[in-house]
């Protein structure tokens, strides 16, 4: 019996549950078409979840894992193939047959795959469960910051070649490259590290540069950034073996380290050696063969200077149209050979000689002849210096040296301060005038490759290292200039007397003196930059007695409670720069009648002196980053000369208007007094503390925040007029803010009541020069634009480029009305958030005059069905010429948080198709 009994329940696994299964899919067709849209509905909002949070990374710079995509790829799969089969004309017909009886079969195939469809999305929606969605990539030490050039390195191919031998030799483990200042050995190895990384010799390459006085903690951080590792520890000490822990995990790398000047302790870096990691290779250069047998090189190449036919082709390639100036062949082609193959010099001369005239040209070639000395080294530094001799007048020579000597990449804006004071600038007696000579001498001083050309940077200047120390040299030499710069060990030691007694300059950087001399005896001193970060430090008294001519002072972080009683002696200072300090006591400061630029940028100091009020010829007053609250009433007021004020990222208490409380401090109705201001940096807590009639017509530069929900800090140090208010009210309308609108390139506006329509109501000539716009909390505005409202206004916001709206409680659109032609030419992104009751963003001839846009977010708009709507207008000249409408530079897309979202754009089956993204785009 019990064994007919297992057979009989064997029968019926094979047979009457696979026939239950069958007779389930007629049963529970419906069901199980519900049953795939409830998957479907929680994998799309899985996949919304996970999309929001690759989005949110790559903001941050990181990179999605392979398998987050891999993922994402899978769940557009499924629900495609689920969107198929729930789009699939058989169901519609499967209701009936002829005979008015549900179709059996096609019900069964249906249910049946909308079973398999189904389980398919469970499996992907299992797979989602990611802890973290993207890394953070390893960085690339030289491919971001260097141009490639294939023909300068044409006549290294051979020694190349052999560098690339000796790094594949498993016997090898240190490579050293040597050779003079500017035969282009960084160019050389930058080389190596390319090819090393597009043919993926290493498991990793990493390049570091050590320089003349390297800073261990800089190097490893330098290295670190590349392989992805983050310090925990602080000390080198401690960083070390955190490095060679992680150098170790890489069975095979590649650590190129650059500008050798002395032995490098391998193991005080974290850097292995002596064969402690087979998989590690060293490719180091320096400038003499004797380091680098000291740091235990073996294989070793010499980079020679090119030979005239190769310094002959690169200076052809550098010189423009040489070929249609044959008067000049003869001349050049000396000149090539004169510059001694240094592929530096050869560049630098025939840059300095384009579009310069026969004489010009002669003129090079005789004083290159004039040199006697045959050392090459010798001769880098005449053909440099023969360069900086061509500048054509001694302002320009005097502020390349000041580029060189105030140290590496020096800020521009400290180059002006300094230039203020020097009288590099005198050609012009306004601060708006100098500051546009100084943009001026920058160009030209690249134009000459005597600084280089760094897109990366506005705020500062960038130098060869060969260029800085030529230029250091003659600074030296020729105007008794000293500048020394220390990491904190080797600026122990103030420098002898003897040393600086006839200096017209002196420049320590990052000193660490524990003692200043009793006085500073240099009669003919013009600048005295001072940084030591070392509170302990004090100056003498009679410091700056024997330093009547002083014209730039800069002490940098020092603690100066009081300053030193020789102060009063400097009365042909022109520029003083107190940053960084712990100050108190700076009456002193009010015996300087000649100043013009005060900067106290960074300082601790709470209560500003009111002997700064004294200061008649003042043009300049940075209080930026300080710690400044209180402003004795007058001063600013008593500073009629004052051009450029800077108060940005500040707590000053302002005096409140018909108060009795606050007679001490200043008021803002001050700044009424200075008619000669263009350069403004103001932050206010509240509106109304800004005077109400008060104008700024002359500012040519300003950053102005009012209200508490901006950030100074989110501010770039680029755009030149930027204005960020929350204004509670509608007085706007009735001082000078409105006309800092209207010449606004970044414009933040928060709260601001009594408007409706941003464009008319705020500027009427359409907003020429705004760059930004950024748009929240309004109760109030329904339009960004109407063209209903007004027709005859310029073509409005033709130079804008980001556009932000967020939380427009009102907003319905963008735009209202027949559009202008030409306006939203340059937009590259817009975002919009927390707009609940805009349906409809863009029409599509918007979208045909948006032929930039980069970027399009939109999130948390619950009533928004469409991106992208046809207005009749578009719809009816679709029709005509069949045009198409895309986003063709479109590279990010955010659609987030969007309930009511039906699809990106629809259009009437009549239209001709739309490709919004180069490719197909239907809903």
Same mark, same amino acid.
């Given at each position: 019996?019990?064994?007919?009994?297992?057979?009989?329940?064997?029968?019926?696994?094979?047979?009457?549950?696979?026939?239950?299964?069958?007779?389930?899919?007629?049963?529970?067709?419906?069901?199980?078409?519900?049953?795939?849209?409830?998957?479907?509905?929680?994998?799309?909002?899985?996949?919304?979840?996970?999309?929001?949070?690759?989005?949110?990374?790559?903001?941050?710079?990181?990179?999605?894992?392979?398998?987050?995509?891999?993922?994402?790829?899978?769940?557009?799969?499924?629900?495609?193939?689920?969107?198929?089969?729930?789009?699939?004309?058989?169901?519609?017909?499967?209701?009936?047959?002829?005979?008015?009886?549900?179709?059996?079969?096609?019900?069964?195939?249906?249910?049946?795959?909308?079973?398999?469809?189904?389980?398919?999305?469970?499996?992907?929606?299992?797979?989602?469960?990611?802890?973290?969605?993207?890394?953070?990539?390893?960085?690339?030490?030289?491919?971001?910051?260097?141009?490639?050039?294939?023909?300068?390195?044409?006549?290294?191919?051979?020694?190349?070649?052999?560098? /690339?031998?000796?790094?594949?030799?498993?016997?090898?483990?240190?490579?050293?490259?040597?050779?003079?200042?500017?035969?282009? *050995?960084?160019?050389?190895?930058?080389?190596?590290?390319?090819?090393?990384?597009?043919?993926?010799?290493?498991?990793?390459?990493?390049?570091?540069?050590?320089?003349?006085?390297?800073?261990?903690?800089?190097?490893?951080?330098?290295?670190?950034?590349?392989?992805?590792?983050?310090?925990?520890?602080?000390?080198?000490?401690?960083?070390?073996?955190?490095?060679?822990?992680?150098?170790?995990?890489?069975?095979?790398?590649?650590?190129?380290?650059?500008?050798?000047?002395?032995?490098?302790?391998?193991?005080?870096?974290?850097?292995?050696?002596?064969?402690?990691?087979?998989?590690?290779?060293?490719?180091?250069?320096?400038?003499?063969?004797?380091?680098?047998?000291?740091?235990?090189?073996?294989?070793?190449?010499?980079?020679?200077?090119?030979?005239?036919?190769?310094?002959?082709?690169?200076?052809?390639?550098?010189?423009?149209?040489?070929?249609?100036?044959?008067?000049?062949?003869?001349?050049?082609?000396?000149?090539?050979?004169?510059?001694?193959?240094?592929?530096?010099?050869?560049?630098?001369?025939?840059?300095?000689?384009?579009?310069?005239?026969?004489?010009?040209? *002669?003129?090079?070639?005789?004083?290159?002849?004039?040199?006697?000395?045959?050392?090459?080294?010798?001769?880098?530094?005449?053909?440099?210096?023969?360069?900086? &001799?061509?500048?054509?007048?001694?302002?320009?020579?005097?502020?390349?040296?000041?580029?060189? %000597?105030?140290?590496?990449?020096?800020?521009?804006?400290?180059?002006?301060?300094?230039?203020?004071?020097?009288?590099?600038?005198?050609?012009?007696?306004?601060?708006?005038?100098?500051?546009?000579?100084?943009?001026?001498?920058?160009?030209?001083?690249?134009?000459?490759?005597?600084?280089?050309?760094?897109?990366?940077?506005?705020?500062?200047?960038?130098?060869?290292?060969?260029?800085?120390?030529?230029?250091?040299?003659?600074?030296?030499?020729?105007?008794?200039?000293?500048?020394?710069?220390?990491?904190?060990?080797?600026?122990?030691?103030?420098?002898?007397?003897?040393?600086?007694?006839?200096?017209?300059?002196?420049?320590?950087?990052?000193?660490?003196?524990?003692?200043?001399?009793?006085?500073?005896?240099?009669?003919?001193? &013009?600048?005295?930059?001072?940084?030591?970060?070392?509170?302990?430090?004090?100056?003498?008294?009679?410091?700056?007695?024997?330093?009547?001519?002083?014209?730039?002072?800069?002490?940098?972080?020092?603690?100066?409670?009081?300053?030193?009683?020789?102060?009063?002696?400097? %009365?042909?200072?022109?520029?003083?720069?107190?940053?960084?300090?712990?100050?108190?006591?700076?009456?002193?400061?009010?015996?300087?009648?000649?100043?013009?630029?005060?900067?106290?940028?960074?300082?601790?100091?709470?209560?500003?002196?009111?002997?700064?009020?004294?200061?008649?010829?003042?043009?300049?007053?940075?209080?930026?980053?300080?710690?400044?609250?209180?402003?004795?009433?007058?001063?600013?007021?008593?500073?009629?000369?004052?051009?450029?004020?800077?108060?940005?990222? %500040?707590?000053?208490?302002? *005096?409140?208007?018909?108060?009795?409380?606050?007679?001490?401090?200043?008021?803002?109705?001050?700044?009424?007094?200075?008619?000669?201001?263009?350069?403004?940096?103001?932050?206010?807590?509240?509106?109304? /503390?800004?005077?109400?009639?008060?104008?700024?017509?002359?500012?040519?530069?300003? &950053?102005?925040?009012?209200?508490?929900?901006?950030?100074?800090?989110?501010?770039?140090?680029?755009?030149?007029?930027?204005?960020?208010?929350?204004?509670?009210?509608?007085?706007?309308?009735?001082?000078?803010?409105?006309?800092?609108?209207?010449?606004?390139?970044?414009?933040?506006?928060?709260?601001?009541?009594?408007?409706?329509?941003?464009?008319?109501?705020?500027?009427?000539?359409?907003?020429?020069?705004?760059?930004?716009?950024?748009?929240?909390?309004?109760?109030?505005?329904?339009?960004?634009?109407?063209?209903?409202?007004?027709?005859?206004?310029?073509?409005?916001?033709?130079?804008?480029?980001?556009?932000?709206?967020?939380?427009?409680?009102? /907003?319905?659109?963008?735009?209202?009305?027949?559009?202008?032609?030409?306006?939203?030419?340059?937009?590259?992104?817009?975002?919009?958030?927390?707009?609940?009751?805009?349906?409809?963003?863009?029409?599509?001839?918007?979208?045909?005059?948006?032929?930039?846009?980069?970027?399009?977010?939109?999130?948390?708009?619950?009533?928004?069905?469409?991106?992208?709507?046809?207005?009749?207008?578009?719809?009816?000249?679709?029709?005509?010429?069949?045009?198409?409408?895309?986003?063709?530079?479109?590279?990010?897309?955010?659609?987030?948080?969007?309930?009511?979202?039906?699809?990106?754009?629809?259009?009437?089956?009549?239209?001709?198709?739309?490709?919004?993204?180069?490719?197909?785009?239907?809903?």
């Amino acid at each position: 019996m019990d064994i007919l009994i297992a057979v009989a329940a064997k029968i019926a696994e094979y047979t009457i549950a696979p026939i239950g299964r069958q007779v389930g899919y007629l049963i529970f067709y419906k069901a199980k078409f519900k049953e795939l849209r409830d998957r479907v509905s929680d994998l799309e909002y899985k996949r919304d979840e996970i999309k929001q949070r690759v989005e949110e990374e790559r903001r941050n710079g990181k990179t999605t894992f392979d398998v987050v995509q891999n993922w994402l790829k899978n769940v557009d799969d499924a629900i495609g193939e689920a969107t198929q089969l729930q789009n699939d004309p058989r169901r519609a017909e499967a209701g009936c047959s002829r005979w008015s009886f549900p179709n059996v079969v096609t019900h069964h195939q249906l249910s049946r795959k909308a079973t398999k469809v189904a389980q398919k999305v469970v499996q992907v929606r299992g797979g989602g469960d990611f802890s973290q969605v993207a890394y953070r990539p390893k960085l690339d030490a030289v491919s971001a910051f260097t141009t490639r050039s294939s023909q300068n390195l044409e006549p290294r191919k051979p020694i190349m070649e052999n560098i /690339m031998h000796a790094l594949r030799d498993p016997k090898v483990s240190m490579v050293g490259v040597y050779g003079l200042g500017g035969v282009g *050995k960084t160019t050389l190895v930058e080389e190596v590290y390319h090819i090393a990384k597009e043919n993926q010799l290493f498991d990793e390459v990493v390049m570091a540069t050590i320089s003349k006085t390297p800073d261990i903690k800089t190097v490893q951080e330098e290295i670190a950034d590349q392989l992805g590792l983050r310090f925990e520890e602080v000390t080198v000490a401690g960083r070390a073996p955190r490095l060679y822990q992680r150098i170790k995990k890489e069975k095979t790398i590649l650590l190129i380290l650059d500008d050798i000047w002395e032995a490098l302790d391998l193991k005080k870096v974290g850097i292995p050696s002596d064969g402690e990691h087979n998989g590690c290779k060293l490719l180091m250069t320096s400038r003499t063969l004797d380091l680098l047998r000291q740091m235990g090189v073996k294989e070793h190449f010499r980079l020679e200077v090119l030979n005239e036919e190769e310094s002959w082709s690169l200076f052809q390639s550098k010189a423009n149209n040489l070929d249609k100036e044959l008067d000049k062949h003869q001349i050049a082609f000396q000149l090539a050979k004169r510059c001694a193959g240094l592929p530096i010099l050869i560049v630098t001369m025939a840059r300095s000689l384009i579009d310069q005239n026969i004489h010009a040209w *002669k003129d090079a070639l005789s004083q290159l002849e004039k040199v006697d000395n045959e050392e090459l080294q010798e001769i880098t530094y005449s053909a440099l210096e023969l360069s900086y &001799k061509r500048l054509k007048d001694n302002e320009m020579k005097a502020f390349f040296l000041l580029c060189a %000597t105030i140290g590496k990449d020096p800020s521009v804006n400290y180059l002006f301060k300094y230039g203020i004071g020097l009288g590099i600038f005198n050609s012009t007696n306004i601060m708006e005038g100098a500051r546009n000579r100084l943009h001026n001498m920058i160009s030209a001083l690249k134009a000459s490759c005597l600084l280089l050309v760094d897109n990366t940077s506005t705020t500062r200047v960038k130098m060869h290292d060969v260029v800085r120390e030529v230029a250091i040299s003659i600074a030296y030499k020729d105007y008794h200039i000293l500048a020394k710069y220390g990491d904190g060990d080797n600026l122990r030691e103030f420098p002898k007397m003897d040393i600086l007694s006839n200096c017209s300059q002196i420049i320590l950087r990052y000193g660490a003196f524990r003692q200043l001399p009793e006085k500073l005896d240099a009669h003919n001193l &013009k600048i005295f930059y001072l940084s030591n970060f070392d509170l302990s430090l004090e100056i003498p008294n009679f410091f700056f007695a024997e330093t009547k001519f002083l014209e730039v002072l800069d002490l940098t972080g020092l603690n100066l409670t009081s300053l030193p009683t020789s102060f009063l002696s400097l %009365t042909n200072l022109k520029t003083l720069c107190l940053d960084q300090c712990v100050l108190e006591n700076i009456d002193a400061v009010g015996a300087l009648k000649n100043l013009k630029i005060l900067s106290l940028w960074g300082s601790s100091m709470i209560k500003l002196s009111s002997e700064i009020g004294k200061l008649s010829h003042l043009r300049m007053l940075d209080l930026s980053d300080s710690g400044i609250e209180i402003i004795p009433a007058g001063v600013i007021s008593s500073l009629i000369k004052l051009e450029e004020l800077y108060m940005g990222n %500040t707590s000053i208490k302002w *005096k409140i208007e018909n108060s009795d409380n606050q007679d001490e401090n200043a008021s803002l109705d001050e700044l009424r007094q200075l008619s000669n201001l263009t350069s403004l940096e103001l932050q206010i807590q509240e509106a109304w /503390m800004l005077p109400r009639d008060l104008m700024f017509h002359k500012l040519e530069r300003f &950053k102005i925040v009012i209200g508490d929900v901006w950030e100074w800090a989110d501010i770039d140090d680029v755009t030149l007029k930027t204005l960020k208010l929350k204004l509670g009210t509608n007085i706007h309308l009735e001082h000078g803010i409105k006309g800092l609108m209207r010449r606004a390139e970044n414009l933040y506006l928060d709260e601001v009541e009594g408007i409706s329509n941003v464009l008319y109501q705020l500027n009427g000539d359409g907003f020429p020069q705004l760059k930004h716009l950024h748009i929240q909390n309004n109760a109030l505005i329904q339009h960004i634009i109407d063209f209903i409202e007004r027709s005859h206004i310029p073509t409005p916001f033709p130079n804008l480029e980001k556009l932000v709206i967020q939380n427009l409680g009102k /907003m319905e659109k963008i735009c209202h009305g027949p559009l202008a032609v030409g306006f939203f030419a340059k937009l590259l992104a817009i975002k919009v958030e927390k707009c609940n009751k805009v349906k409809y963003l863009l029409f599509v001839s918007m979208v045909k005059g948006m032929p930039q846009l980069a970027e399009l977010e939109i999130s948390k708009c619950n009533l928004m069905e469409k991106v992208v709507f046809e207005d009749d207008d578009a719809s009816a000249m679709n029709d005509e010429t069949g045009e198409t409408i895309q986003f063709p530079l479109l590279h990010s897309l955010t659609l987030q948080h969007l309930d009511a979202l039906e699809c990106f754009y629809s259009h009437p089956p009549t239209s001709s198709p739309i490709s919004l993204f180069n490719n197909q785009a239907k809903c």
